[in-house]
């Protein structure tokens, strides 16, 4: 993969975390205990199974740095958007955040053909963060 392309899409997937924390965090006074932690595991876990595919596709040769890395920045998006709600819905951002962040880099690695593998996981997370964001208001 192209390195300008690698960190485009890198940015792409900053801001729209970025842009999803601020609008859940306008409207946490309307998100419930069920609904921060199904936030905060659904956050956790698609950043984890989409940046972990991500990164090990452009660095395939430092596997297990590469695990590390994404299950400690899975821990933290969850984290963050744990934090919106209460404690309670923070561990459960850490642990599912933990659980993706294990698996997500194996997707690719032990994939054929990881091209399509890497823009369907890329579509869900766009996908579930437009989810997010929709759902606080229904």
């Known amino acids: ?18 842009t999803t924390y601020v609008y859940l965090k306008k409207l ?20 984890a199974l989409s940046l972990g595919p991500l990164w090990a596709f452009q ?8 695990t590390m890395i994404v299950t400690l920045a899975a821990m933290t998006i969850g984290m963050l958007f744990g934090a919106l709600v209460d404690y309670q819905t923070v561990v459960t951002g ?3 955040g933990i659980m993706a962040g294990l698996m ?5 690695m032990h994939s054929f053909d990881p091209i399509p593998l890497l823009c369907f ?5 766009f996908f579930s963060l437009i989810m997010l964001c929709t759902s606080v208001k229904v």
């Open 1 to 18: 993969m192209n390195l300008i392309l690698f960190i485009c899409i890198n940015a792409l997937m900053a801001a729209g975390l970025v």
């Open 28 to 47: 946490k006074n309307l998100i419930g205990y069920h609904l921060g932690m199904n936030i905060s595991m659904t956050i956790s876990t698609v950043s």
């Open 59 to 66: 660095f395939h040769h430092h596997s297990s740095w590469i």
């Open 94 to 96: 850490i642990s599912s």
């Open 104 to 108: 997500g880099p194996m997707i690719i």
């Open 121 to 125: 996981t890329l579509f869900l997370f």
